[in-house]
């Protein structure tokens, strides 16, 4: 057994997400993130959906799928299905609570969305943060241009749920653009895929090339897309990939820079790296989404 599967052994995940993995013109990074996790050793033990990358009956169509092409049947609980359901229940808040509830102290929660179903269990639930093992949040940029200004997509189109969520006391680890944007998904690794002829291997294929030309066409990175949300679940099965990095944030809730990050003495202390071992991640990642193949 690797160092990564000791690590990951036996752990028990949550993961909130928004996956939109073959869905034309939408990032597919929840996707890969959830194949990372399927991959791995740990105990993955259901998927919220969120709005976000797509609408939420999208999304939950999207993760069915993909879990019934891996042969997977844990439970996916649709949730909000925009910001202004926030504070408002619904099945994926009931099914984060009753789960984290009833395993106080075991669960590490994975977050790939828009935060309004995590901030919603943590509002209807005030044990809710305490009796999480730990929070791992990919969201929120420093200094990656445009969103170090405007706020980043995830904590943007949840401002308030963001600031809910970082300032919540849970230990919480923030995966952020910044780090995020050091590995990068190339032809390579699309070539790779290719050379396998299973029926998967054709689906994943067929999910990476169109995302690879459109960064390149569209946003001018020249060199390939970023696996956004798979370095995040990354940090949960090794988090040695990373260094550590304690910084006092505070996030803004509301208006044009919703979910800008500010560091700030009066802010809630966190762990949000700062470097990623790129060369090792994409090792684990790509070995992960090849094994299906």
Known sequence: MSSTDAYAAHKRVLVDCDPAIGVRNRDLDDGLALLLLLASPVELEGLTINFGNVATDVGLSVAQDL????????????????????????????????????????????????????????????TFAGNLREIVIMGGSFGFKPFKWVGEFNFHLDGAAAARVISAPVPKTLITMDVCSQAVVRQAQLDRVRTHTSEFATYLGDAIEPWLSLNRRVFRRAKGFFPWDGVAAAYLLDPSLFDSNAVAIDVQSSGLRSGRLGISDRGTTINAPTRLDADRFMTLFMDALISYC
Do not use: K
Not at 78 to 96: E, I, K, M, Q, Y
Not at 109 to 114: Q, S, V, W
């Open 67 to 126: 879990l019934q092409r891996v042969g997977s049947s844990i439970p996916i609980v649709g949730g909000a299905t925009s910001r202004h359901d926030l504070g408002v229940s619904n099945p994926a808040v009931d099914f984060l609570i009753d789960s984290v509830r009833a395993a106080p102290g075991e669960i590490s929660l994975l977050a790939l969305a828009p935060l309004t179903n995590v901030a919603t269990a943590m509002t209807l639930d005030r």
